[in-house]
């Protein structure tokens, strides 16, 4: 039988099946209407599924089509450009791009070495009952919206960093240009270390699913070999499972960089470039979020979009990456030895 | 499942319908824009509603907002504190009229500084928004305060990171007193800030918001709402002497005001002469079409202002905004007339 | 013969572990304070007042987020009612009949890229497509972009869930000489049923605390859901204007939002979790 999920379709039965289906068209007319009746549903279903990447290409064309007038106006150089002048009509990029860059990367930094550590608990160090409530527990902190971190990192977190955090940091890195300037509180390291706590449990998932796909035999062969569980970590299944970790990055990556609410509260929204985590920054999200409903001007819509356009294009670009390596590594380990 | 499913349509077309019937019975006038009077709007729209059962939904996102709103009509009316140009008015068919006076005050959270404490002039508030007085303890304010006991303290500069009238206001007075200022920065609804430690707040709200927060930090907010939250306002130095933010004093600022030469009640009220006037005030207008299309609609819109001229001098009062005096309603009401809807005036 | 003492791998070993726990000791620390931060402010605010009253002006005492509970109610369950038709198609599609065809493949990438999106670029799309030729802000804006949200995450998981229904099932319905859509709505949905729904409260925990989206869609209001073609009263978007407020009573209100906002959120996650942890991977 040619129908069902994961059969395919003999080439011979296709004659078969359209015949048996004019067959039974000429023969009973509940079997016609039952074959235009499937063929409505085929094509309902059809047209759901096309919706996906219609929506993909429209909101692509849409940001092309309304940042264009920025385009053509300002050129490449809207990319490096720091000015932010509502005055004069003049845009740039630049401190938004940076700000995403930055608290990206913080957020990259702080998460990706505890997700690894996280994943290495729940799989290997933890009893299996422990393992599951703390996996729940960890993945609870994706599931807190974004707005509540915003909300607590305002009002609890941001005054933290600026009572404790940051003068102690000034005092013991204060020489680094990083940690210089007013302890503020909200601002660039305050807005990647909340990031951090949110793209963490996306990254410790798949680090876990990664960790446990990484055939049985091979680890035990480590261990029998008198591995410690880090060796055994460190020496085999990170390097055999690190397409699927990168991927498992670039996934938190790509949440990161697309973080609004939460970096919008406690990011400052100053458009500058800074040496100082300390200071107060903005993200391409953040500016949106703040500036878009009350632009006025072709060109400051436009530029908006613009900068819209770009966080498209990086999280698509991202996407597609951390798609491509995460099923890479699927396919490639799934099979298992 | 299937009763699940039910009783969720169910109450989904409960509560549509209900809406459907709620919004044949009242109108609801939209409108956006300044931050600057939404204190006073937001409390006239309340009292209203209680009144006469007429919704006048404000959203507060910046006159900049207000402006874009209207233009774009998605709105009913914008609200604005910078005047749009007599040019800009014929271009969109939009009119504009003042709807109530307010003043623009820097206020602080210093340690131990309270309201009313801290004295600056123009010029150097211009010279700490551009970055280049950075700490409390500058010798420029200490020799103003001299007794006062400074914090050495970074100073942490807040502004507006929307669109604002506010920063419009406060932007024209530093034009005004700083020549520097209006060299390098000069005026406007958004300007590029030149202070390093800046942090953008949205609204006269997220500006207020911040400064409480921020120890060391410096701000500038319309008076209300330094009022509605008990910030420390600093005096400022007009043409003659140091002043206090009051009523009053936006009074004295105001009563320089010749409305009728005002075409489109184009008005800037800063800098202002006299011993009493606070140096940043400023109106807060109200932008509509000239060409209404529902005249019921454009008459509620226009009965509803109408109400806050007559009737809400009180509440306005009570937040240190000053009313309208009477001979400029009735200008503006004269104005009204041309406000039509299929080429009928909608007022009186 | 005497065994080296490895004391130094050893160490390092116990080093790691401890590490590895105290990493996930701070996750869990966080997600506590976080929590606890929220539950301390926000249960002061958890009053009748809250739930029955419109919100005042600042200076007016005794206002509450009735408008916004009801107003978030209703637009979710409408984007739901969008969504969820359309995603079970898509997923009937890429389970049944696409499968490894290339739009569904296709159908696939997109929908991880639509889930991976920032969420204000779905707003911007909507303001253009929706807010602006309507010439207002209203509900229905703010209903498709929550529905866009939505419908890939239906999507995805009516596939995977479909994708479990074994064979047999199907081919007993068409043997009864059921036509392919009756097999799939009357019998494949049904044996699916706590799969999809839960797919679909997933859907609805992810746009309930969303933001970004609504504020150019919906935008916001003060009064009660009259219209769907209005600016349409929301919570997450009230929570925000009250947060970067300086009132303290509206800040109080903010929390409020915030814990009905997580409980509910997290109740319906937990819910998810515990439905899925029964399913066969």
Same mark, same amino acid.
């Given at each position: 039988?040619?129908?069902?999920?994961?059969?395919?379709?003999?080439?011979? &039965?296709?004659?078969?099946?359209?015949?048996?289906?004019?067959?039974?068209? /000429?023969?009973?007319?509940?079997?016609?209407?039952?074959?235009?009746?499937?063929?409505?549903? /085929?094509?309902?279903?059809?047209?759901?599924?096309?919706?996906?990447?219609?929506?993909?290409?429209?909101?692509?064309?849409?940001?092309?089509?309304?940042?264009?007038?920025?385009? /053509?106006? !300002?050129?490449?150089?809207?990319?490096?450009?720091?000015?932010?002048?509502?005055?004069?009509?003049?845009?740039?990029?630049?401190?938004?791009?940076?700000?995403?860059?930055?608290?990206?990367?913080?957020?990259?930094?702080?998460?990706?070495?505890?997700?690894?550590?996280?994943?290495?608990?729940?799989?290997?160090?933890?009893?299996?009952?422990?393992?599951?409530?703390?996996?729940?527990?960890?993945?609870?902190?994706?599931?807190?919206?974004?707005?509540?971190?915003?909300?607590?990192?305002?009002?609890?977190?941001?005054?933290?960093?600026?009572?404790?955090?940051?003068?102690?940091?000034? /005092?013991?890195?204060?020489?680094?240009?990083?940690?210089?300037?007013?302890?503020?509180?909200?601002?660039?390291?305050?807005?990647?270390?909340?990031?951090?706590?949110?793209?963490?449990?996306?990254?410790?998932?798949?680090?876990?699913?990664?960790?446990?796909?990484?055939?049985?035999?091979?680890?035990?062969?480590?261990?029998?070999?008198?591995?410690?569980?880090?060796?055994?970590?460190?020496?085999?299944?990170?390097?055999?499972?690190?397409?699927?970790?990168?991927?498992?990055?670039?996934?938190?990556?790509?949440?990161?960089?697309?973080?609004?609410?939460?970096?919008?509260?406690?990011?400052?929204?100053?458009?500058?470039?800074?040496?100082?985590? !300390?200071?107060?920054?903005?993200?391409?999200?953040?500016?949106?979020?703040?500036?878009?409903?009350?632009?006025?001007?072709?060109?400051?819509?436009?530029?908006?979009?613009?900068?819209?356009?770009?966080?498209?294009?990086?999280?698509? &670009?991202?996407?597609?990456?951390?798609? !491509?390596?995460?099923?890479?590594?699927?396919?490639?380990?799934?099979?298992?030895? | 499942?299937?009763?699940?499913?039910?009783?969720?349509?169910?109450?989904?077309?409960?509560?549509?319908?209900?809406?459907?019937? $709620?919004?044949?019975?009242?109108?609801?006038?939209?409108?956006?824009?300044?931050?600057?009077?939404?204190?006073?709007?937001?409390?006239?729209?309340?009292?209203?509603?209680?009144?006469?059962?007429?919704?006048?939904?404000?959203?507060?996102?910046?006159?900049?907002?207000?402006?874009?709103?209207?233009?774009?009509?998605?709105?009913?009316?914008?609200?604005?504190?910078?005047?749009?140009?007599?040019?800009?008015?014929?271009?969109?068919?939009?009119?504009?009229?003042?709807?109530?006076?307010?003043?623009?005050?820097?206020?602080?959270?210093?340690?131990?500084? =309270?309201?009313?404490?801290?004295?600056?002039?123009?010029?150097?508030?211009?010279?700490?928004?551009?970055?280049?007085?950075?700490?409390?303890?500058?010798?420029?304010?200490?020799?103003?305060?001299?007794?006062?006991?400074?914090?050495?303290?970074?100073?942490?500069?807040?502004?507006?990171?929307?669109?604002?009238?506010?920063?419009?206001?406060?932007?024209?007075?530093?034009? %005004?007193?700083?020549? =520097?200022?209006?060299?390098?920065?000069?005026?406007?609804?958004?300007?590029?800030?030149?202070?390093?430690?800046?942090?953008?707040?949205?609204?006269? =709200?997220?500006?207020?918001?911040?400064?409480? %927060?921020?120890?060391?930090?410096?701000?500038?907010?319309?008076?209300?709402?330094?009022?509605?939250?008990?910030?420390?306002?600093?005096?400022? %130095?007009?043409?003659?002497?140091?002043?206090?933010?009051?009523?009053?004093?936006?009074?004295?600022?105001?009563?320089?005001?010749?409305?009728?030469? $005002?075409?489109?009640?184009?008005?800037?009220?800063?800098?202002?002469?006299?011993?009493?006037?606070?140096?940043?005030?400023?109106?807060?207008?109200?932008?509509?079409?000239?060409?209404?299309?529902?005249?019921?609609?454009?008459?509620?819109?226009?009965?509803?202002?109408?109400?806050?001229?007559?009737?809400?001098?009180?509440?306005?009062?009570?937040?240190?905004?000053?009313?309208?005096?009477?001979?400029?309603?009735?200008?503006? =009401?004269? $104005?009204?007339?041309?406000?039509?809807?299929?080429?009928?005036?909608?007022?009186? | 013969?005497?065994?080296?003492?490895?004391?130094?791998?050893?160490?390092?070993?116990?080093?790691?572990?401890?590490?590895?726990?105290?990493?996930?000791?701070?996750?869990?620390?966080?997600?506590?304070?976080?929590?606890?931060?929220?539950?301390?402010?926000?249960?002061?605010?958890?009053?009748?007042?809250?739930?029955?009253?419109?919100?005042?002006?600042?200076?007016?005492?005794?206002?509450?987020?009735?408008?916004?509970?009801?107003?978030?109610?209703?637009?979710?369950?409408?984007?739901?009612?969008?969504?969820?038709?359309?995603?079970?198609?898509?997923?009937?599609?890429?389970?049944?009949?696409?499968?490894?065809?290339?739009?569904?493949?296709?159908?696939?990438?997109?929908?991880?890229?639509?889930?991976?999106?920032?969420?204000?670029?779905?707003?911007?799309?909507?303001?253009?497509?929706?807010?602006?030729?309507?010439?207002?802000?209203?509900?229905?804006?703010?209903?498709?972009?929550?529905?866009?949200?939505?419908?890939?995450?239906?999507?995805?998981?009516?596939?995977?869930?479909?994708?479990?229904?074994?064979?047999?099932?199907?081919?007993?319905?068409?043997?009864?000489?059921?036509?392919?859509?009756?097999?799939?709505?009357?019998?494949?949905?049904?044996?699916?049923?706590?799969?999809?729904?839960?797919?679909?409260?997933?859907?609805?925990?992810?746009?309930?605390?969303?933001?970004?989206?609504?504020?150019?869609?919906?935008?916001?209001?003060?009064?009660?859901?009259?219209?769907?073609?209005?600016?349409?009263?929301?919570?997450?978007?009230?929570?925000?204007?009250?947060?970067?407020?300086?009132?303290?009573?509206?800040?109080?209100?903010?929390?409020?939002?915030?814990?009905?906002?997580?409980?509910?959120?997290?109740?319906?996650?937990?819910?998810?979790?515990?439905?899925?942890?029964?399913?066969?991977?």
């Amino acid at each position: 039988m040619g129908i069902g999920p994961g059969m395919e379709e003999a080439p011979g &039965l296709e004659r078969v099946h359209a015949e048996g289906a004019s067959r039974s068209a /000429k023969l009973c007319p509940r079997g016609k209407a039952h074959f235009r009746e499937d063929a409505v549903f /085929k094509g309902l279903s059809i047209g759901g599924s096309l919706l996906m990447p219609l929506l993909v290409a429209a909101i692509l064309v849409e940001l092309v089509w309304y940042s264009w007038p920025a385009l /053509k106006h !300002f050129g490449v150089g809207f990319l490096v450009s720091q000015e932010w002048n509502p005055v004069t009509q003049e845009f740039g990029a630049a401190s938004s791009i940076f700000g995403t860059l930055v608290s990206t990367l913080i957020a990259l930094l702080l998460a990706v070495p505890l997700s690894l550590a996280v994943a290495l608990f729940l799989v290997e160090l933890a009893p299996p009952p422990v393992s599951r409530v703390v996996g729940t527990l960890i993945e609870l902190l994706a599931a807190i919206p974004s707005i509540i971190y915003g909300m607590w990192g305002l009002f609890v977190f941001a005054p933290f960093m600026a009572d404790y955090v940051q003068p102690a940091l000034g /005092k013991t890195l204060g020489f680094l240009p990083l940690f210089q300037g007013p302890p503020l509180g909200i601002g660039m390291l305050t807005a990647g270390i909340i990031l951090a706590f949110m793209i963490l449990p996306f990254i410790c998932a798949i680090t876990r699913d990664v960790y446990l796909l990484v055939p049985r035999t091979v680890r035990e062969s480590a261990f029998g070999m008198g591995a410690t569980t880090w060796e055994v970590t460190y020496q085999v299944i990170i390097p055999y499972g690190l397409v699927g970790i990168i991927g498992a990055v670039f996934l938190g990556l790509g949440r990161a960089l697309g973080e609004t609410m939460a970096v919008t509260f406690v990011i400052g929204n100053a458009h500058r470039v800074s040496a100082s985590l !300390f200071a107060p920054g903005n993200s391409i999200a953040s500016t949106l979020a703040n500036e878009f409903a009350e632009a006025t001007g072709t060109l400051y819509v436009s530029s908006l979009i613009e900068l819209g356009l770009v966080l498209f294009l990086i999280t698509y &670009l991202v996407q597609m990456t951390a798609q !491509f390596l995460v099923r890479r590594f699927y396919r490639a380990w799934s099979a298992g030895l | 499942m299937r009763m699940t499913l039910r009783v969720l349509a169910a109450v989904l077309a409960g509560l549509l319908a209900a809406a459907g019937l $709620a919004q044949a019975q009242t109108v609801t006038i939209n409108g956006a824009g300044a931050t600057f009077p939404y204190p006073i709007y937001s409390q006239w729209a309340y009292k209203y509603n209680q009144l006469t059962g007429v919704k006048v939904n404000y959203q507060s996102i910046g006159s900049g907002g207000g402006i874009a709103q209207i233009k774009a009509k998605t709105v009913d009316f914008g609200a604005s504190d910078e005047p749009l140009t007599p040019e800009d008015l014929e271009k969109s068919g939009l009119m504009q009229f003042p709807m109530v006076i307010g003043g623009v005050v820097p206020v602080v959270n210093l340690k131990g500084i =309270e309201a009313g404490q801290l004295r600056l002039t123009g010029e150097t508030l211009a010279q700490v928004f551009l970055g280049k007085i950075t700490k409390w303890d500058d010798p420029a304010i200490k020799n103003l305060n001299p007794n006062l006991k400074l914090p050495v303290q970074d100073i942490a500069v807040v502004h507006r990171s929307d669109g604002s009238g506010t920063t419009w206001i406060f932007t024209d007075y530093l034009n %005004k007193v700083s020549p =520097e200022w209006r060299q390098k920065v000069g005026a406007g609804k958004a300007v590029q800030w030149p202070a390093p430690n800046s942090v953008g707040g949205k609204g006269n =709200e997220g500006v207020a918001g911040y400064v409480k %927060k921020v120890a060391g930090s410096i701000g500038y907010v319309e008076y209300a709402y330094a009022l509605q939250n008990k910030m420390a306002v600093v005096l400022l %130095k007009n043409r003659e002497d140091f002043v206090a933010p009051s009523s009053e004093t936006f009074q004295a600022a105001a009563a320089n005001a010749d409305w009728e030469k $005002a075409r489109d009640f184009h008005m800037v009220l800063t800098d202002q002469p006299g011993p009493k006037s606070w140096p940043i005030v400023g109106a807060t207008y109200i932008l509509v079409y000239r060409s209404q299309p529902e005249a019921g609609k454009a008459r509620a819109m226009l009965k509803f202002f109408d109400w806050c001229y007559k009737h809400g001098g009180e509440m306005a009062a009570k937040l240190d905004y000053v009313p309208l005096p009477e001979d400029v309603v009735k200008l503006v =009401e004269s $104005a009204w007339k041309e406000v039509k809807a299929g080429g009928k005036p909608v007022w009186p | 013969m005497k065994l080296r003492p490895p004391t130094g791998r050893l160490l390092v070993n116990r080093l790691v572990s401890l590490l590895s726990a105290g990493a996930a000791l701070l996750g869990l620390a966080v997600l506590a304070w976080i929590l606890a931060g929220v539950v301390a402010r926000g249960l002061g605010a958890l009053t009748p007042a809250l739930f029955i009253h419109l919100p005042a002006p600042p200076g007016v005492p005794g206002g509450g987020l009735a408008n916004a509970i009801v107003g978030t109610l209703v637009m979710t369950l409408a984007a739901t009612a969008l969504a969820v038709p359309l995603g079970l198609l898509a997923g009937v599609y890429l389970s049944e009949f696409g499968q490894d065809s290339r739009l569904a493949d296709q159908s696939r990438f997109s929908a991880n890229v639509l889930m991976g999106m920032p969420s204000i670029i779905i707003g911007v799309f909507v303001y253009a497509l929706v807010v602006i030729p309507m010439g207002k802000f209203s509900g229905w804006a703010g209903i498709a972009a929550l529905a866009i949200i939505m419908f890939p995450i239906v999507a995805r998981t009516a596939e995977d869930m479909i994708r479990l229904v074994p064979n047999t099932l199907r081919e007993a319905g068409l043997a009864l000489g059921a036509p392919r859509w009756q097999v799939t709505l009357a019998i494949i949905f049904r044996a699916a049923r706590a799969g999809l729904v839960t797919g679909v409260l997933l859907a609805i925990a992810r746009v309930s605390g969303e933001t970004a989206p609504l504020l150019f869609t919906a935008l916001n209001s003060p009064y009660w859901v009259s219209s769907l073609s209005e600016p349409t009263p929301n919570l997450t978007v009230t929570i925000f204007n009250y947060a970067m407020s300086p009132y303290p009573d509206w800040q109080q209100l903010a929390w409020g939002g915030s814990l009905l906002i997580t409980l509910g959120v997290l109740a319906l996650t937990l819910l998810t979790r515990f439905s899925l942890r029964d399913k066969p991977r």
